[in-house]
């Protein structure tokens, strides 16, 4: 396990790609949408460049550009390629188990009607599709500027695990709809 945090990996990442320096680094998240697979906020870019560099995976230099604040620009040492190679290498062959919050209310289903099921998967079903509306707005801006085939696939993984998770509601829908009714039946045989 190396020695750096899917976050700390995500800013080494784009070091590496070029020098950069912070608001650089957020205009650069922001361009690629990487939050949608990354918990990189704003607030924390500084905060990992600090503590990269006190690892000694980034270096920094002050940069004076004309009529601007002085700004820090950070560039990669070759520890933190070496670092930032093993981090890719760990993450690529490990399928990670995802703990999604949806399943807790699977989980105590019962304690709700048929009816308050049924309106809480349309909203669920609604947020799927907004999901799927941006993932495809997304996936068209990244095929017109002609992104590289790692980047495209940041962009079609997260459609295919949403089309999947559309398709297990559709399914669920029938299913607990039949148990729910079967239950009500049930209970009406025993009056």
């Known amino acids: 396990m190396t020695g750096i945090s899917n976050l700390e990996a995500s800013i080494l990442g784009l070091i590496c790609e070029r020098s950069q320096y912070g608001y650089e680094l957020e205009k650069t998240i922001e361009q690629r949408h990487m ?7 704003y607030s924390s ?29 950070f560039s990669v040492t070759p520890e933190g390629r070496v670092v930032m ?4 290498m760990e993450v690529l062959v490990e399928f990670e ?12 289903l019962d304690l709700l ?3 308050e099921v049924l309106d809480c998967l349309d909203k669920y079903e609604s947020d799927i599709d907004q999901t799927l509306e941006f993932l495809e707005c ?6 017109a500027n002609d992104g590289p085939p790692n980047i495209r696939a940041l962009v079609r993984k997260p459609t295919y695990h949403v089309n999947a998770e559309r398709e297990w509601l559709k399914e669920f829908r029938q299913e607990i709809t039949d148990h729910y009714r079967k239950k009500d039946n049930n209970s009406k045989e025993e009056m």
């Open 45 to 73: 870019i500084y905060y990992v460049l600090k503590k990269l560099e006190s690892k000694g995976y980034v270096t920094s230099k002050k940069e004076i550009v004309e009529n601007r604040p002085i700004r820090k620009v």
């Open 113 to 115: 009607t048929l009816d």
């Open 138 to 143: 997304v996936g068209e801006e990244v095929a």
């Open 97 to 108: 188990k995802h703990v999604f919050a949806i399943d807790l209310g699977l989980m105590n």
């Open 85 to 88: 190679k093993e981090k890719i």
């Open 35 to 41: 939050r949608m697979w990354t918990d990189v906020a």
